[in-house]
C-alpha cells in the first residue's frame, strides 16, 4: 500500500497554485478526510470513555437565528415548528412539522458540496451530480451512511490564550495559526493523530449565549467580523500531514472573517483537500469538564441526517467520557 501522501507531495495543476487532493482515495470516493477514520482508531476511541458522562454539542436549532433579529443572514433563519393535536377516543397524542428549515442555520456540518473550486466540486465532481436525486454525489447522507465517530481532541482557545496572558476576542479577527494549535494542545498534554476529529473552543457561542440584550445578541452575529482558524495554507498543510479527519468549531465560520476571496480558505479546502468542517458547534460544557478535569480527549459520535444528496445538516453530535 503507498504511503499517504505529504502535502508538499499533491498535485498543484491548475492555475490557483493551490493543492489538490483529488484521487488520493480513488477515484470514486465521496467523503474525503473522514478516510482517515478507521475501525480500528474508532475501538481506540471507546476506550477513552471512563466516567460515562455525555455532554451534548449542538445547539438548539432555533439558535442563532431565533434569539437575534430577522433577516441577518441574507438566506437562513430559525425554522418554524407547528404542533398538530389529536384527541380522540383512539389516539392522544401530538405530531409536528419544520417550516423553513434550513440544514445549515445552527449547528451544522458543511458537506463536500457546500463549497466548489470553480466548475467542480471535491473529487472532480461535476455541478450537474449536485442533486437531490438518485445520482448525487457527495451528499450529506454518504457521511451518515460512512460512520462519523472517532477521538474527539479539543483545543480551548480562550482559556489558553488567558492562561499565557494574550488577549483574545471572538469578533476581533484574530487569527488561530497552526503554532497556536500546536501550543494550545501541547499545554493540555495532547497531540493530534490520524483520524482525529478536532474541536476548537473560540467563545462565539458562549457569548452568544451569556449576552441577555438583544442587541448585542444580533451584532455577535451581524457584525460577521469572527476571529478564527487561518484559512491559508499554513493550516492546510498543518490538518492535512496530522491527517485529521474533521475540524468543527463554535463560530459562525470556522475560519477568520471575512475570508480571503481570492486564494486560500478553509472553505476552498472542503472541495480542494475534502475536508469535512463544522461550525457553531456548542463546547461550552465540555470544555468547562476540561478545565475541571484535564482531560482534553472524548470519544466523539455525529449521525448527521440521511438526507440524499444533503449540502449540510446539524451534527447531531456529542461526546462521551
Avoid at 500531514?241 to 471575512?258: F, K, L, S
Wanted: with cysteine; aromatic share 10%; net charge negative.
Amino acid at each position: 500500500m503507498a504511503a499517504f501522501p505529504k502535502y508538499a507531495e499533491l498535485k498543484r495543476p491548475d492555475a490557483t497554485g493551490l493543492p489538490l487532493s483529488w484521487g488520493v482515495w480513488g477515484a470514486e470516493d465521496q467523503v474525503g478526510t473522514l478516510n482517515h477514520i478507521t475501525p480500528e482508531r474508532v475501538a481506540a476511541a471507546a476506550r477513552l470513555v471512563k466516567r460515562g458522562v455525555r455532554f451534548n454539542l449542538d445547539l438548539p436549532l432555533h439558535v442563532p437565528h431565533g434569539i437575534i433579529k430577522p433577516k441577518a443572514h441574507y438566506r437562513r433563519g430559525a425554522p418554524v415548528p407547528t404542533l398538530f393535536e389529536r384527541n380522540d377516543a383512539d389516539s392522544w397524542g401530538r405530531d409536528d412539522k419544520l417550516d423553513g428549515f434550513f440544514l445549515q442555520a445552527s449547528s451544522q456540518w458543511d458537506g463536500l458540496t457546500h463549497y466548489g473550486t470553480p466548475g467542480r466540486f471535491y473529487n472532480d465532481t461535476a455541478p450537474e451530480h449536485v442533486t437531490h436525486g438518485e445520482n448525487s454525489r457527495l451528499g450529506i447522507d454518504r457521511v451518515a451512511q460512512f460512520g462519523l465517530a472517532g477521538r474527539g481532541v479539543l483545543a480551548d482557545i480562550p482559556r489558553y490564550f488567558a492562561k499565557v496572558g494574550r488577549d483574545w476576542d471572538p469578533m476581533a479577527q484574530q487569527v488561530v495559526s497552526p503554532a497556536d494549535l500546536e501550543a494550545c494542545l501541547g499545554d493540555a498534554g495532547v497531540s493530534l493523530e490520524p483520524g482525529d476529529i478536532l474541536m476548537v473552543r473560540m467563545g462565539w457561542v458562549g457569548a452568544l449565549l451569556g449576552e441577555p440584550e438583544l442587541e448585542k445578541r444580533d451584532r455577535l452575529f451581524r457584525a460577521a467580523t469572527y476571529s478564527g482558524l487561518s484559512g491559508q495554507e499554513d493550516m492546510w498543510e498543518y490538518l492535512w500531514n496530522r491527517q485529521v479527519a474533521a475540524v468543527a468549531t463554535d463560530t459562525v465560520t470556522v475560519e477568520v472573517w471575512p475570508r480571503a476571496v481570492d486564494g486560500c480558505s478553509m472553505h476552498l479546502a472542503i472541495a480542494r483537500l475534502g475536508l469535512t468542517i463544522g461550525e457553531m458547534f456548542d463546547f461550552e460544557a465540555l470544555a468547562a469538564d476540561s478545565a475541571a478535569t484535564g482531560e482534553y480527549l472524548a470519544l466523539f459520535t455525529s449521525s448527521p441526517l440521511n438526507l440524499r444528496g444533503g449540502v449540510g445538516s446539524p451534527p447531531n453530535a456529542m461526546v462521551l467520557r
